[in-house]
């Protein structure tokens, strides 16, 4: 993928030190190490705000009651009304 893009951030002396010795660590460059842990990062914060994690139990439970038909008899005696009635034709 070509990288187009350009992000800058100020940093403290000690901040970059840090970044750039587990950089090397990691035997990657100072920017591909930041733009790594920032994807990282930014999917952690997304899944958090975008996926919705249940107990598996409680996931069963609304599994079955959503296979489960409701007789919803309010809804039943609106459709009916509503075959009743003629169309414009």
Same mark, same amino acid.
């Given at each position: 993928?070509?990288?187009?893009?350009?992000?800058?951030?100020?940093?403290?002396?000690?901040?970059?030190?840090?970044?750039?010795?587990?950089?090397?660590?990691?035997?990657?460059?100072?920017?591909?190490?930041?733009?790594?842990?920032?994807?990282?990062?930014? %999917? %952690?914060?997304?899944?958090?705000?975008?996926?919705?994690?249940?107990?598996? %139990?409680?996931?069963?439970?609304?599994?079955?009651?959503?296979?489960?038909? %409701?007789?919803?008899?309010?809804?039943?005696?609106?459709?009916?009304?509503?075959?009743?009635?003629?169309?414009?034709?």
């Amino acid at each position: 993928m070509a990288k187009s893009e350009r992000v800058e951030a100020r940093l403290s002396a000690e901040e970059r030190d840090r970044i750039e010795q587990a950089a090397e660590f990691e035997g990657e460059s100072l920017s591909s190490f930041i733009v790594r842990a920032a994807v990282a990062r930014a %999917d %952690d914060v997304l899944t958090e705000h975008t996926v919705t994690t249940v107990p598996g %139990d409680y996931f069963d439970r609304l599994v079955t009651a959503l296979d489960r038909p %409701d007789r919803a008899p309010a809804l039943r005696r609106a459709a009916s009304r509503t075959r009743r009635r003629s169309r414009i034709a």
